[in-house]
């Protein structure tokens, strides 16, 4: 699974770098370094969405947030391993 996070000015304003740290400790407390590539990638369009963009193996997620990352962790990165 390839998951590239937005690193535009939107997303960054909106705490990109944060959910890439809670990624990569999500990844490890998982033990999916070798199933999951983290990446960071350009704007993806979606600036209005009320958190952090993301792909997931090309398909665009949006409105990550902090508050949000456990569920979104669980349903879109667990379930689709």
Avoid: P, R, W, Y
């Amino acid at each position: 699974m390839k998951i590239e996070v937005c690193l535009g000015s939107s997303c960054h304003v909106k705490g990109g770098n944060k959910i890439i740290d809670l990624l990569k400790k999500a990844i490890k407390e998982h033990q999916l370094e070798d199933k999951v590539e983290l990446a960071g990638t350009v704007c993806l369009g979606q600036c209005k969405s009320g958190g952090v963009n993301m792909k997931i193996d090309g398909t665009i997620i949006t409105g990550v947030t902090e508050k949000g990352f456990n569920e979104f962790f669980d349903e879109k990165v667990i379930k689709a391993l």
